[in-house]
């Protein structure tokens, strides 16, 4: 623990270290705040800056990989420091804040690229700066007037939610749109306190969504990321991502197999709102991009029919728009003998109920928890 401690800083707040019931691992609050061994862990694969954003350093500071968009690193400091951090290379190792003249390089670049319409402004946790200090930062984005939407990536409601007072609500009321993008990954950090702070939020009519990472021994698991993200909506907060652990040195041993996360989406999917349903992404290596990853809902497809299944694992024939046969669809070939899928994707419909007869209600019953 005191190497992992010496490797990547620590910080947790009180108000933080009280969720905490267990002093192991076995809770996820501990797991997520207080330094683990196993972050001296080395394996090849990992790097300090996995997403390459060092590389797509416009300016200092300010990172341009999407032709619309820029992160401002507004900071290095954060309320808490989470053992699963991405930005472990950066995060906490000095305590800074962007510099008035590094601040107007920025700008000066924001004014230079007008096809940048959106600026993230992130860090570092950007909520650890005093209201002024904030206030300077958002200010000078805002003054570029082809920026059209300021996101703000934060932690403190979630470890600090006492951050959240109505001086810096007042504050971001004035230079709206200004989103908020949380980092809720536990459903035991939606605290009263934790709510109110989104609460207050939403009523300066801040649209809020949150980011999740998943997390082994924390929160891969479906039931309880479902009431995460139920939770999370009831508060006015829409879950956005949910993130596989990136490759970064210091937390090989939160990371998941992709195919945990897809099972959870295969959970969500029918069981959830569509609206607290976040969207399971890979932040590729080396600057890729986010890559959504879906279950895959397509069986089949022919010119003329694509077959899908849902939720529930019933297959349904959805008809493509009507065009003559071609003499190589299937449908060309004309309905034959066959059954299953080929029939399906010939246009022979056969209704879902049909599929789900090849399991007793009480069968599917119990897979889906629906009738
Ligand atoms: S608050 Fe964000 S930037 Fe800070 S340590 Fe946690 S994940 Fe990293």
């Given at each position: 623990m005191a190497e992992a401690a010496g490797r990547f800083p620590m910080a947790v707040t009180p108000y933080y270290a009280s969720l905490i019931r267990c002093l192991d691992t076995s809770d996820p609050v501990f797991s997520m705040c207080i330094p683990d061994g196993r972050e001296t862990a080395d394996p090849?694969?990992?790097?300090?800056?996995p997403l390459g954003e060092e590389a797509d350093m416009a300016v200092p500071g300010l990172v341009h990989r999407y032709r619309d968009r820029a992160l401002l690193l507004a900071t290095t400091t954060c309320a808490a420091y989470c053992r699963?951090?991405?930005?472990k290379r950066a995060a906490g190792q000095t305590e800074t804040r962007i510099a008035p003249a590094r601040l107007a390089q920025a700008v000066d670049y924001l004014s230079v690229h007008p096809e940048i319409h959106d600026v993230i402004i992130s860090g570092g946790d950007p909520f650890t700066l005093g209201t002024h200090a904030l206030e300077r930062i958002i200010r000078a984005v805002r003054n570029v007037p082809s920026v059209d939407i300021i996101r703000i990536g934060t932690r403190t409601p979630v470890?600090?939610?006492?951050?959240?007072d109505d001086g810096l609500v007042r504050m971001l009321r004035r230079y709206r749109p200004v989103y908020v993008n949380l980092h809720f990954n536990?459903?035991?950090?939606?605290t009263p306190a934790a709510e109110a702070a989104c609460e207050r939020l939403a009523d300066a009519g801040v649209p809020l969504g949150n980011q999740t990472v998943l997390l082994r021994g924390v929160n891969d698991n479906a039931p309880l990321l479902a009431e995460l993200f139920r939770r999370l909506l009831r508060v006015r907060v829409r879950p956005y991502y949910l993130f596989q652990c990136d490759l970064v040195r210091g937390v090989e041993h939160f990371r998941t197999p992709l195919a945990r996360g897809i099972e959870i989406m295969e959970y969500l999917r029918g069981r959830l709102s569509g609206l607290a349903i976040p969207t399971f992404v890979v932040d590729a290596p080396h600057g890729g991009g986010k890559i959504p990853i879906l279950p895959n809902y397509i069986v089949s497809t022919s010119p003329t029919h694509t077959v899908l299944r849902n939720f529930a694992g019933d297959l349904v024939s959805y008809p493509e728009p009507y065009r003559e046969p071609d003499g190589l669809s299937p449908a060309a070939a004309g309905p034959r003998a066959a059954d299953g899928v080929w029939a399906l994707a010939c246009g022979v419909r056969v209704p879902a109920e049909t599929c789900a007869l090849a399991h007793p209600a009480s069968f599917r019953r119990a897979r889906t928890g629906y009738t």
């Open positions: 090849p694969f990992l790097e300090d800056d699963h951090c991405t930005r470890v600090l939610p006492m951050r959240i536990h459903p035991a950090e939606l």
